[in-house]
């Protein structure tokens, strides 16, 4: 697997053991995640926490960088795995941003709005969407908002969560049956990825 | 759209705002600056000096203020951090010690923006002055009470005027409501337990320049710092916030971490205490404002109160 690189070309491993003999180093992995960071937050818990945890995620991973596993050259897992724990401080407040974005569903089909069209449109369904998340389990939920949002495979969510690939793959079917359930339409019903991995160059499977 | 398609394009957000990032390297780049002074003073970074300026007591943080400096101390263990977390105790400290004979105290709670609940404490002595008096209420006058010389005095919820309600000892004991619990209470918000125990859980210190020469010190604090529980209420507990009022949410969940603002003005004491919680759509604030500790003019009794038997 071949990490971020500079254009030095170093990889998010290189860059955290040059941070231990030169902090300021650190700088490039700030710069390389903080958005993709931020951006995450934002969407599990709106910008005001964002603004907070994401910068709490790299203040833990400066405090933590010696015991970073340099065979592992991308940071995304390391990175996501922080923002995992820090995200379990929250959870009651993301189930109050989802049920309250998933009481719009009632409100939309009370308006006559058609099911099926609400269901092939991301923005109408996000209700049902909201209503999903907010009913599966939060260890399905994190392995599914973490494949889908932040963009990690099987494999880095795996050591994201400190689980084995395995429990990754349960946890990511079951909170998909979930999801299509509440979709409950025909377009719904799609292929598990074989392996897990993120095609390169092709949006979600 | 299949579902993972769907759920990839669910609540769209941009990314940071310029100023976002650079706030969140100045924290980090504080911490690695207090890294390196602890390494050895050859490698100390500049801004350190500041630290020490802001280091000893209430009259330095005036200082530390017109040097504009933006001030981070990381951790409650970091070094630096034990500079702010005195200077914030010596601030509670003479904070409590002013607001001992006199003071006021304005308290403001919004929920979502819009006012949630509010009430202004004046006391001197033995005498206060208490008026619930936001949100108001369409037809409704400001409620409150007054205590003038153990004479108790309350508002007429329906005329807005004075009622001379008798002896202040005359209130049931232990609800909560008698002018001693009331002074009690400020004795414990305002000039002792409240502010100390908030002031040594404050976390993640970051100090800014504030208004009027004051020095803003911002952090978290863990909920049940700041909202104890009272009472039990159908077999729960009940936190509540300084002056009260009833916590919400995050506030009541005593290992929440709360956003804390502590605002100390250019005398040292403390001017604002602030604290917020809750994502957008359900944010919470909750704000005390002192004025005049230890120089507020003395209560009077009001004028045409009317006896409550007439």
Redesign the interface.
Known sequence: VQGPTTQAGATDAGVIAASMTD??A??EL?ERH???L??YF??R????????L???V??TA??RRSTYDPACPDARPWLYGIAANLLR??R???L??LR??AREAGRSRDDGHDAVEAR?D??A??PL??RA?ASMPAHQREA??L???AELSYEEIARALDVPVGTVRSRLSRA?DR??RE?DGP??V?ADEPDGSRPVGE??? | MNDLELIAAFAPESGPDPETRRRAWARLDERIAGQRDAAGPARRDPRARHRLIGASAAAALAAAAAAAVVLTVGGPAGPGAEDAHAAVAEAARATAASARSSGTAVVRMTHDGSPWAGSTLRWHGADLDLSHDHPPRPGEAASGLRVVGGALYSRDPRGGGWVEMGRAESIDPGSGTTPAEYLAAVEEDVSGATLRRISAGVQDLVTRPGEGGSTVYSGTVAAGLVARQSAVKGGRPIRVLPFGYVAHDEAADPGAPLRIDLTVGGNGLVRRIAVAWGPAGSRWTYAVDYAGLGASAPIVAPVGAAPLRR
Do not use: K, N
Not at chain 1, 45 to 52: E, I, P, S
């Open positions: 902090p300021q650190f700088r700030f903080f958005d993709a931020f951006t934002a969407r818990l709106g910008r005001d926490a964002a603004d907070d994401t910068a709490e790299f203040l400066y405090g401080r929250h009651r407040a993301e109050r941003r309250a974005h092939l991301s923005r369904a996000g969407l909201a998340l599914l908002l494949f889908a949002w998909r999801v299509r979709l377009h719904a799609i949006g979600l499977p």
